[in-house]
């Protein structure tokens, strides 16, 4: 996994195929670093990989533009992504679609930080139905990865598309549609452990894969489009006190602040970029076994070693980092000083809306 745990994977070929060119992490938090909670900024998530199979087509999206954030556990392998045809009536209406001004928002939640959890290669579910069920982990933590059948609903938002459609090869562990997350539950608005994000950030993070690719890794994707309820959900959290239940999520997550912090110290952020649909919670995983590069800490880990630039962890950790970040910002993406997974594209085409609708 990729967590503090010993890197598996990525290791050794890294230093051999990453030029760790020097590039520095946005400053501009998209989280709240040092904003109070309630004036927004960007948060993300961990999750459940899903190694997505066959993947539609990519049609109609526009020229590359981008940015990126994940979700806590099992990657579950997205099978045939099928047809959508089949959708039983009265099924069609994707969430609420109410987007949320500018300077409005909610504040964001945080991902959940996958514990050390191997990554288990796409247990395929596979077999689309016909309403395009696709097999995916269920983020419990359990280590175990469990087929689940996931059917997209397939009207999303215009402009808005399905990563594992539009990556082929990535794979997904969408945390916050699980519990294993820093809250301990399901987030509202993830129905399902999917991947959405606006079209020109899907395309530009497929030609992140693709490169990648070349380096022997594929993206694993912990959370993307956040629904500004889901943030609202991190917010209610935040502001309750800490409860001997909420230990063992603690313990993996945010062991060193009290949650009441969290959106205060940038970690979670009352507007997110995640619910502006072009940024993304991801990390390398081996393209052969699915399993997470060592980045030091792992996803949604809320802590100083989370941060670009922080001097303790490993060199080989340091250079998986900057492996990815290197693709991201390449493609256009902007990294996120606090939280090596959470990046955004510098081109999105809605810098100013807060999306609610559903992920399902
Ligand atoms: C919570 C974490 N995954 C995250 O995304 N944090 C940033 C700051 C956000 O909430 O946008
Ligand atoms: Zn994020």
Redesign the pocket.
């Known amino acids: 996994a990729c967590g503090r745990e010993e890197g598996q994977g990525g290791g050794e070929n890294v230093s051999a195929l990453s030029p760790l060119a020097d590039i520095p992490a946005a400053q501009e938090p998209e989280g709240s670093g040092g904003i109070p909670a309630d004036q927004g900024e ?4 961990d999750g459940i990989p899903v190694g997505q199979g066959e993947s539609g087509s990519f049609g109609g999206i526009p020229a590359g533009q981008g940015e990126p ?1 994940g979700s806590g556990g099992i990657p579950v392998g997205q099978g045939e992504s099928g047809s959508s045809g089949g959708i039983p009536a009265g099924q069609g209406e994707s969430g609420d679609f109410a987007d949320i001004p500018a300077g409005q928002g909610e504040d964001g939640g945080s ?1 959940g930080i996958p514990n050390g959890q191997e990554a288990a290669r796409g247990e395929t579910s596979g077999e689309t139905g016909e309403n395009g069920a696709v097999g995916s982990g269920n983020g419990n933590g359990s280590g175990t990865p469990r087929p689940t059948s996931v059917s997209k609903l397939r009207n999303l938002p215009e402009g808005f598309v399905y990563l594992d459609e539009a990556i082929p090869g990535a794979l997904f562990e969408i945390r916050y549609a699980t519990e294993y997350n820093f809250v301990g539950a399901v987030i509202d608005g993830y129905n399902a452990p999917l991947a959405i994000m606006a079209e020109p950030a899907a395309k530009a993070l497929k030609a992140v894969n693709e490169e990648l690719e070349q380096s022997g890794y594929v993206l694993l994707i912990y ?1 993307a489009y956040r629904p500004a309820k889901a943030v609202a959900h991190f917010k209610r959290w935040a502001q309750q006190p800490e409860v001997p239940e909420e230990q063992a999520m603690k313990d993996v997550f945010y062991p060193d602040v009290d949650k009441s912090q969290l959106f205060k110290l940038g970690y979670i952020a009352s507007k997110s970029g ?1 619910s502006r649909g072009s ?1 993304v ?1 991801l990390t390398l995983a081996d393209r052969e076994t699915g399993i997470p590069a060592d980045m030091g800490s792992p996803f949604d880990f809320l802590g100083d070693i989370s941060s670009h630039g922080t001097k303790k962890i490993t060199a080989e950790q340091t250079a998986n980092r900057e492996l990815l970040k290197k693709a991201m910002v390449k493609h256009g993406f902007k990294p996120y000083n606090k ?1 090596w ?2 990046y955004t594209l510098k081109d999105e085409p809605y810098p100013q809306k807060y999306f609610d609708f559903d992920v399902e």
Do not use: I
């Open positions: 960007d948060g993300s998530s954030e991902g959370d995640h940024t919670d939280e997974w959470h």
